[in-house]
Nanobody
Framework: QVQLVESGGELVQAGGSLRLSCAAS????????MGWYRQAPGKQRELVAT???????NYASDVKARFTISRDNAKNTVYLQMDSLKPEDTAVYYC?????????WGQGTQVTVSS
């Protein structure tokens, strides 16, 4: 069993920055993929960014120039640095850990970007 806890979501003005954190605990395998997804009201959940245990990253095209995903394997924590935030970034941001055939999700943290 794996537990994920997100933090860092806040109300921020357009153009501002936020740093999200996700701490994982439990039966975490050495090889895994962690990532951030988001879901806005009335929309499907979408991928934001992922990062492997080795540091290989993947970003959605609309955030690649503005967001940076990173991780600390010793702390089992993944981060999402978000810069130049836009109102369309407003969503609940969810952390996910994937290992072997199992996926685990956090409860989400709300990010609201005002105009």
């Amino acid at each position: 069993q794996v537990q994920l806890v997100e933090s860092g979501g806040e109300l921020v003005q357009a153009g501002g920055s936020l740093r999200l954190s996700c701490a994982a605990s439990g039966n975490i395998f050495r090889l895994n993929n962690m990532g951030w997804y988001r879901q806005a009201p009335g929309k499907q959940r979408e991928l934001v960014a992922t990062i492997t245990s080795f540091g290989t990253t993947n970003y959605a095209s609309d955030v690649k120039a503005r967001f940076t995903i990173s991780r600390d394997n010793a702390k089992n924590t993944v981060y999402l640095q978000m810069d130049s935030l836009k109102p369309e970034d407003t969503a609940v941001y969810y952390c996910r850990l994937s290992q072997q055939t199992s996926n685990y999700w956090g409860q989400g943290t709300q990010v609201t970007v005002s105009s």
